[in-house]
């Protein structure tokens, strides 16, 4: 597969999500509970005491990690839901250190800084090149043995079915909220593995929206 470039369409993402958390809209209060599980199940206190928790939305998944105790870093595109979460923290006097850190931009932390990383529906909201970038960023902050949990959209996920179609991979989205947001998508485990090129553990988690679409994305666990 050949990426394109990274180029300005990168910052329509981050408008599409600004404006919609200015709206206050998209902001998730409650965790997902397949991350819940998959976070008890993979990672813990003692040897993945400090995670990145990379495009943290409403910062619900964000909070449980840090009840749980973990010392947690977040990433997002927009400032808006950055100052919302700061305020969310203070309130449950939690702590968190959050950047904003946009596509194109390296992550601001040394190598091998961090025992997991977290990329929880966020990572589709790239182009191709932009993707795989980000993910060499992830390799590069996570030490030896840590781990890198996330999703990727899967074909049939309502952003696919109802997106415009690139290439094979690359879509613009027309779901209302999101129109215009640049996305990738996958058909199969084995091209999200060689679109990460990484050996990884790859499922299938599908959630039925109940108006007919389907929120359908890989899960995927890698060990470094
Ligand atoms: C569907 S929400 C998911 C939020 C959260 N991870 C969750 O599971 O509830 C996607 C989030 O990713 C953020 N986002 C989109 N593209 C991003 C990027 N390139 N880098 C960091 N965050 C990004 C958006 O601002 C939005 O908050």
Not at 133 to 150: P, Q, Y
Not at 176 to 193: D, K, M
Request: charged share 20%; hydrophobic share 40%.
């Amino acid at each position: 597969m050949t990426p394109n470039t990274i180029d300005s369409k990168d910052s329509v993402n981050s408008e599409v999500w600004d404006n919609l958390y200015q709206q206050r809209k998209s902001l998730l209060s409650y965790p997902d509970s397949s991350f819940v599980t998959l976070l008890h199940r993979h990672l813990t206190t003692a040897k993945h005491g400090h995670i990145l928790d990379y495009g943290f939305g409403g910062g619900a998944n964000m909070r449980v990690m840090l009840k749980r105790g973990h010392k947690v870093d977040g990433i997002e595109i927009s400032d808006t839901v950055i100052e919302i979460n700061n305020q969310i923290l203070e309130e449950q006097n939690l702590v968190a250190t959050l950047h904003n850190v946009q596509s194109h931009e390296a992550l601001p932390f040394t190598d091998e800084k961090f025992d997991a990383v977290v990329a929880w529906h966020v990572l589709g909201y790239n182009s191709l090149l932009s993707l795989q970038s980000r993910i060499g960023e992830f390799i590069r902050v996570l030490k030896k043995g840590g781990c890198f949990i996330g999703t990727i959209p899967a074909y049939g996920d309502v952003s696919h079915d109802s997106g415009e179609a690139k290439n094979a991979f690359e879509f613009v989205s027309k779901v209302p909220t999101q129109n215009g947001a640049q996305i990738v998508c996958f058909e199969s485990e084995q091209a999200v593995c060689e679109a990460f090129n990484l050996d990884m553990s790859v499922a299938l988690l599908q959630s039925p929206l109940m108006d007919g679409s389907f929120s359908r994305h890989w899960v995927f666990l890698y060990e470094k």
